[in-house]
């Protein structure tokens, strides 16, 4: 049998792209060298969120579209995704007022229709401020938390329940095109043919399209950011979100009853380079101990997790500046192969949707939009 499509790696984007592409008809095989989320997919902050800092890097197009897909997500996985109220104490010498009341008003504005409330400010009095220990005003607006791990699992199940084939402990080890596709060599011995590839394996991007001898000149970093987990620092299902001095932005959120406080930038040179160090921990105990009357030392951290972030790279060195927008790469030399780079939890659908628009011409299908209004199970 040749497949339509086989489709490489099973974190959020892989089995998005699995779903839309089964809805559409098509004979689907994704295979994942370790298990379903395993990598990326299940260490992310789990916002579901538009990127209220990507404002200031000008990414309107990925906050505009990750503000509809939080509306989408929201809709489809109410199991999953439940809204959440975040609070942004006032740091004056980080951001002054003004500049964070317009980027707020920016971020309603972007996402207008929402179901969710409006940003707006808090007075010092607020309770929700009663946990920072300086007596500051600040801001509340709404973003929206996910089970990151259950969401691509669901993704998973509604395109194995539309017909697509999901194998997990069995890598691509190597492809070559020969007659009209693909001939792609499995790490269980076996080799299946199909007609195009996606090349969804996050961080590994570039080591396949190595593996499959295609060359790509576009650039990749990989960032890793890491949490850490304490008990509660505070009462309540709202968030918090800590502008530190190096200008990045700190989230401490509730997560199954502790609080989860991340997140980290450091530039890595392997996508397996995904484990905490003591200067991240350290960075995130002085994050949160910055505002907190709760203060934390690294004994108190109870659990860790870490990611690599894989970034198209666009030139702009430091790494909270570099985009975090996503690339679809479309190699036609022969059969297609389509590489993702980048992408968030929350655009993955919106992702699975564009990368089935860019192969269709190239495989003779017309792509229609299949899973905007889609329930996920
Ligand atoms: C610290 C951190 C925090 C984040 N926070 C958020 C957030 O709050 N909200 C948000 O929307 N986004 C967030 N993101 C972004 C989001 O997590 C990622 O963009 C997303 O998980 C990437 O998914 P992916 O499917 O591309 O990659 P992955 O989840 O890494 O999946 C790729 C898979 O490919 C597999 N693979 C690799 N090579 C092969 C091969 N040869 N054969 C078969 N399989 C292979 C791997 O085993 C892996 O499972 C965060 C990212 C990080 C790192």
């Known amino acids: ?37 395993a990598h990326t997919s299940s260490a992310s902050s789990k916002l579901i969120h538009g990127g209220l800092r990507y404002l200031e890097t000008y990414e309107f197009r990925l906050v505009r579209e990750a503000l509809h897909e939080r509306e989408r997500m929201l809709a489809a996985a109410p199991h999953l995704i439940r809204p959440m ?41 607020d309770p929700r401020l009663a946990p920072i220990a ?17 969401l691509v699992r669901a993704n998973a199940a509604d395109a194995i329940a539309n017909g697509a084939q999901i194998e997990t402990g069995v890598g691509v080890t190597g492809a070559e095109r020969g007659g009209a596709g693909w001939h792609v060599f499995l790490s269980d011995g076996r080799t299946i043919d199909a007609r195009a590839i996606v090349n969804a394996t ?14 790509s000149d576009s650039g990749l970093q990989l960032i890793k950011g890491s949490h850490i987990v304490v008990p ?4 309540g299902d709202h968030a918090y979100i800590l502008q530190q001095p ?24 392997n996508p397996g380079d995904a484990g905490i160090t003591p200067d991240e921990i ?22 860790t997790w870490s990611g690599v972030r894989a970034l198209y790279d666009n030139g702009a060195g430091e790494a909270r500046k570099v985009t975090r927008d996503y690339v679809l790469e479309l190699d036609t030399r022969g059969a297609p192969v389509l590489s993702v780079f980048g992408g968030k939890i929350t655009t993955a659908r919106a992702l699975a949707e564009h990368a089935m ?13 299949m899973t905007r209004d889609r329930p996920l199970p």
């Open 202 to 215: 996050g961080p590994w991007v570039k080591d396949f399209l190595a593996r499959i001898r295609i060359r």
């Open 232 to 235: 509660a620092l505070w009462e």
């Open 134 to 150: 300086h007596n500051v005003g600040g801001f509340l607006y709404w973003d929206a938390q996910v089970d990151d791990d259950a």
């Open 282 to 303: 350290d960075y995130l105990c002085g994050a949160a101990n910055r505002y907190f009357t709760r203060q934390i030392a690294p004994a108190d951290v109870t659990a």
């Open 357 to 369: 628009a860019k192969l269709g011409p190239a495989m003779g299908f017309t792509a229609r939009p």
């Open 85 to 125: 109220a975040f609070v942004l104490p006032h740091a004056h010498s980080v951001r002054p007022w003004w500049m964070v009341r317009a980027g707020l008003y920016l971020y309603d504005l972007l996402g207008l229709g929402s179901s969710l409330p409006r940003s707006r400010a808090l007075r010092r009095d």
């Open 1 to 37: 049998m040749t497949y339509d499509l086989l489709i490489a790696g099973g974190g959020i984007n892989g089995c998005a792209i699995a779903r839309e592409a089964a809805l559409l008809g098509l004979s689907v095989l994704l295979v994942e060298k370790d298990d379903l989320a």
């Open 246 to 269: 190096d200008r990045r932005v700190v989230f401490a959120t509730p997560w199954r009853g502790s609080t989860m406080i991340g997140t980290t930038d450091v530039p890595v040179k």
